[in-house]
């Protein structure tokens, strides 16, 4: 699926134009044992199984961001999915949580801000997932009818959101974390797209996203061209971390959230591992490096996690290095280390 769509227009047809472009892709993929979802757990889901705590998502997202649930009908028309399958694209982590599957983590993220430090803020990450995505990536160039505002958005399997940039010069990565009670909320890649979607700089974001319930821990990172920041998320509970530069793993940083940590002993010695690699690798690199500088550190192990031929385990299924003062997101999709970079750039308004 790797390629850039176009949507642009009301949240409807923004979603339409989405589905129209995958829909074959998409209906294979929900074909694939139920969005892969029958390849990762224990006990098989079926679609009927899950309508009740997919219309409890659904009703949470429609509160608090209706023009993301319009968005969901109109991927669903555009594609001819049910709306209950559409729902299922986005929910599918939250589906998955972490009491049934023996999560390894995923993720390390960095930033480093811009402004009166480098000119030049960065966001880069791995993405660390299971159940093989890295043939259903897309890149998702979303322009908004009445809004001068854009974003590119990277994407799995007609998700909305997952991380990006925007034209204001804000980019949001993340990590997860693993505690508390996953509930019906606002799914946090979601909450990414409506953040994109919405704030001008991390100082909005963070107003905006103090007002969220999230369905689940997480953590993000925000970069624009003055500040870092990781905000970790634990049910009601919501940390900020902030410095010239910020990284961030899968195991909380904040000593009163460390003390939820659900995290597993291996896959958190993974996470601390990965954590200083990555500190280590950024304390090196020059303040001006360029995009292929950040994918040589993304590339490297521990940052990179091998394939090992399990769909049930996380692997690097893709890198991002975000410019957001440049409006633009490079992307290895696969394993970065074998893979070229491709170059998204925001149109002009």
């Known amino acids: ?186 799914p946090p890649y979601l909450a990414i797209r409506h953040l994109l979607d919405t704030a001008d700089s991390v100082t909005q974001a963070l107003e905006l996203l103090r007002g969220m319930r999230l369905a689940s821990s997480r953590s993000l990172t925000l970069c624009d061209r003055e500040r870092a920041v990781c905000v970790e998320v634990l049910g009601d509970e919501l940390r900020v971390r902030e410095g010239y530069q910020t990284a961030h793993t899968n195991h909380f940083l904040d000593p009163d959230l460390a003390r939820g940590d659900e995290l597993n002993v291996f896959a958190r010695n993974s996470s601390v591992r990965r954590l200083k690699e990555a500190e280590a690798g950024l304390a090196e690199l020059d303040p001006a490096a360029g995009p292929e500088e950040h994918f040589a550190l993304l590339s490297r192990p521990p940052v990179c996690v091998p394939d090992e031929g399990d769909i049930r385990r996380e692997r690097t299924v893709a890198a991002v290095v975000l410019l957001p003062g440049r409006g633009e997101l490079h992307l290895r999709p696969g394993d970065p280390s074998r893979s070229a970079t491709q170059v998204f750039g925001l149109r002009p308004t």
């Open 1 to 186: 699926m790797t390629g850039r769509l176009l949507l642009e227009g009301t949240a409807f047809e923004r979603g339409e134009q989405h589905g129209r472009s995958l829909a074959g892709e998409l209906r294979a993929f929900l074909d694939d044992g139920l969005a892969r979802l029958n390849h990762l757990t224990a006990t098989p889901l079926t679609l009927d199984g899950l309508r009740p705590r997919i219309d409890a998502y659904r009703a949470a997202v429609e509160a608090a961001a209706p023009d993301l649930a319009a968005e969901v009908e109109g991927l669903a028309a555009g594609a001819g999915l049910s709306p209950a399958e559409a729902w299922l694209l986005q929910l599918r982590r939250e589906i998955m949580g972490y009491q049934k599957v023996p999560t390894a983590g995923d993720c390390t993220t960095y930033a480093r801000a811009g402004g009166r430090y480098t000119g030049h803020p960065v966001l880069a990450q791995t993405v660390d997932l299971n159940g093989n995505l890295d043939d259903a990536i897309s890149v998702l160039d979303v322009a908004p009818a009445g809004s001068a505002r854009r974003s590119l958005v990277l994407s799995f399997a007609g998700l909305l959101g997952y991380l990006g940039l925007n034209s204001d010069g804000l980019a949001i990565g993340l990590n997860l974390v693993l505690g508390g009670d996953w509930r019906p909320g606002l």
